[in-house]
């Protein structure tokens, strides 16, 4: 068995019945059934590596996404999470994990539908469910990363769970972080995080926490295409939550204001202090048989949805550790020459996002990639700034030349050619002495 089709027998124990969704084009999801237990699970895989590689993606990289997911998912325990049952791999070498099924709605699919209509109830209720399983991830040193609608699912019973832990950054306290490859998806995500400044903290799920509740309420935070959306995450100061909805109370626009802080330390300390400036939102406890509504947030609340009870003692669960394998040197050259003969190919914006992802990957990782920044981050800029990207282009080689010029000094080649294009000499206009 290469890859699963309808009416396969996986293990001899689950029986595919259909696709649910080709998973982002990077797998599959399949329904199936659980024969000795009677009960649907969804069973996910990759796709196969030539697809992957023909696409021009990495498989390792992929794969190794691939498996964060589920084994973050798994050593946490949390109604917000589904269950994993087991992982393996096809005859083929392609890996799988069995999970639960979630029979529900993304919160994309409600926005598509309702749009910025939520209630003030619904957006703190679906805040502060997010809060408790945010504080049980924190609290194992797991920040999430990628929050945004389309990994997240309300069930009927207007129950919240996240799903996609692929991107996740992993807290050790001894070799002090270990990371996974960054993310690509840049709408909710924190600024620190795209630009490269911090591979993660609690702090990015909060920022992206707040977007979402802003979202819910008032639409997205940064109007416009992708590449304003993008310039405006890294300087741009959204509008005022209530400004932009006037329904919304002052008291909570100001929270959800100061979750988007630009600075991560200017936001709120951690997600418990959210979920308790959240709670004044939430109905009243009503535990009253009622007819509700499906997908509906406030539903749980009648009898309120309790977070994590703290250790008394103020210590932390030991953090979980996942390893993830070191880029090295070789590794990198090898990708980056990779994506100059894809630039030659034509595919330049295609390029230029794999090539801010290297980046980003080499910044989060100390030791012996240090100077090869050197090689990446001048063809960066140079690559932003011929697809017209001029603002980034500035960004990415001032950020260059505040980093190594200290070290390398102003006569080397490299920072000459960084201030030259950052500053480039006044043109001669034909007026000088005669």
């Known amino acids: ?33 659980e024969k000795a237990l009677s009960r649907h699970v969804a069973i996910k895989t990759m796709a196969p590596e030539q697809v992957l590689t023909g696409r021009g993606w990495n498989y390792g990289t992929l794969k190794e996404r691939f498996e964060l997911e589920y084994r973050a998912t798994a050593t946490l325990d949390h109604p917000a999470l589904p269950a994993i049952y087991h992982a393996g791999t096809l005859p083929s070498g392609l890996p799988y ?10 919160v994309h699919e409600l926005l598509e539908k309702r749009g910025p209509t939520f209630s003030l109830e619904e957006a703190a209720c679906f805040g502060l469910q997010l809060c408790s399983v945010l504080a049980t991830a924190h609290e194992r040193g797991i920040v999430h990363r990628d929050l945004k609608p389309e990994n997240l699912i309300v069930l009927k019973s207007g129950l919240l769970k996240i799903i996609d832990f692929g991107i996740a950054y992993v807290v050790d306290t001894k070799r002090r972080i270990t990371t996974s490859h960054s993310p690509g998806s840049t709408n909710f995500m924190a600024p620190e995080v795209y630009s490269g400044r911090n591979p993660g903290s609690p702090a990015a ?68 202090e959210v979920a308790a400036r959240l709670a004044p939102w939430t109905p009243k406890v009503d535990r009253r048989e009622l007819t509700p509504a499906e997908y509906d947030l406030t539903r749980l609340f ?107 000094g102003p006569k080397h080649p490299v920072m000459r050619d960084l201030v030259h294009r950052i500053e480039p000499p006044p043109r001669d206009l034909g007026m000088g002495s005669a």
């Open 302 to 408: 009648r009898i309120p949805c309790a977070l994590p009870i703290a250790d008394a003692r103020g210590s932390k669960l030991p953090p979980v550790r996942i390893k993830t394998p070191e880029m090295t040197p070789r590794l990198v050259r090898a990708e980056l020459t990779a994506l100059q003969q894809e630039w030659t190919q034509g595919e330049r914006s295609q390029v230029v996002e794999k090539m801010g992802d290297l980046l980003r990957r080499v910044r989060q990782q100390n030791g012996d990639l240090a100077n090869i920044l050197l090689e990446i981050g001048p063809t960066y800029g140079d690559y932003l700034e011929e697809i017209g990207r001029h603002f980034e282009a500035r960004v990415e080689r001032e950020r260059l030349r505040d980093s190594f010029m200290p070290k390398l």
């Open 205 to 272: 799920d909060i920022y992206a926490l707040g977007s979402l509740i802003y979202t819910l309420l008032g639409g997205p935070v940064f109007r416009g295409g992708t590449a304003t959306s993008d310039r405006a995450l890294l300087t741009v100061i959204p509008d005022a939550l209530s400004a932009r909805n006037p329904r919304v109370p002052v008291e909570f626009g100001a929270l959800v204001d100061q979750m988007l802080m630009k600075n991560p330390d200017e936001r709120p300390a951690d997600v418990r």
């Open 97 to 106: 994990y069995v999970m639960q099924f979630l029979a529900g709605r993304t």
């Open 1 to 33: 068995m290469d890859e699963l089709s309808i009416g396969d027998t996986l293990e001899n124990r689950y029986r595919i019945d259909r696709m649910l969704n080709s998973s982002g084009g990077m797998g599959v999801v399949w329904l199936a059934e």
